[in-house]
């Protein structure tokens, strides 16, 4: 293996995690550095499916 891919391969890992807790638990558990962002995809309903969870909620 050539020395670029070899020191990409022994260098530390750095992670960051986006919207998936339980991937960055793991990676924590494992001494691996996660930066954790808290996101969401913005969530785009149909009106009458919206005005239905409204109801419920």
């Known amino acids: ?11 530390d890992l750095k992670v960051i995690n986006i919207g998936l807790e339980l991937f960055a638990d793991s990676l924590a558990a494992q ?3 996660v930066v954790r962002v808290d996101w969401k995809p913005p969530l785009e309903l149909e ?3 919206e005005r239905i969870l409204d ?3």
Do not use: F, I, Y
């Not at 293996?1 to 260098?11: H, T």
């Open 1 to 11: 293996m050539n020395e670029p891919k070899q020191a990409l391969l022994s260098a």
């Open 31 to 33: 001494a691996v550095d």
């Open 47 to 49: 009106p009458e499916l």
């Open 55 to 57: 109801d419920l909620l």
